[in-house]
């Protein structure tokens, strides 16, 4: 049986081929002339992150009817490849939010929870990003120390994590932790009481 998406790498639509040129010029216009400074400042260039948004690009793989540009995997590789070539730091940063929250966000939330996060997130008003990595664990799962218990109709978080891409930026995050021994993702608004982050962490690259 043939790969639809390894066909499509090949045989590229024109819808493929105008937004890679899409985001192609607004890489050479946008991207580029901001790369160095903002991977030697260590900080998100959060206003030029918007213009993603703008672009229709921060809901990539969300159907349209909700809010997104209801577009195929490979189209997010093309925006990922594109973003990839002048700021790699700007890209990462992308991948957290369009791909790591927003994606799985939408495959997994209720409708109320949609309704609350997907515009803002679609529209860059909010930053996200995903909560996975452990000071001793890493990105092994199995290893996470957080936990969760329910308080009444809250849930409790206690846990810290590490290198996380959009932490200093953003406004929500997935957030894994562990229920009785079981992995599950919790969404954390960066006000809910206790949450907090620390100063940025310098890095031998893609610190942008």
Known sequence: MQNPTSDALFHPTDEHKMLRQTVADFVRKEVEPQAAAHDELGELNVALFRKLGELGLLGITIPEEDGGAGM??????????????????????????????????????NDEQK??????????EWVAGMGMTEPGAGTDVLGMSTTATLDGDH????????????GCEGYC??????????????????????????NHIDKLGMRG
């Open 72 to 109: 195929d995997t490979l189209a997010a590789v093309i925006v990922h490849e594109e973003l990839s070539k002048s700021d790699p730091g700007f890209c990462l940063a992308y991948l957290a939010h369009s791909m790591l929250f927003v994606n799985n966000f939408y495959h997994c939330a």
């Open 115 to 124: 309704q609350r996060y997907l515009p803002k997130t679609i529209s860059g």
């Open 155 to 166: 849930w409790v978080l206690n846990g810290t994590k590490t290198y996380i891409t959009n």
């Open 173 to 198: 995050f997935l957030v894994y932790a562990k229920v009785d021994g079981r992995i599950t993702a919790f969404v954390v608004d960066r006000d809910c009481p206790g949450f907090s982050t620390s």
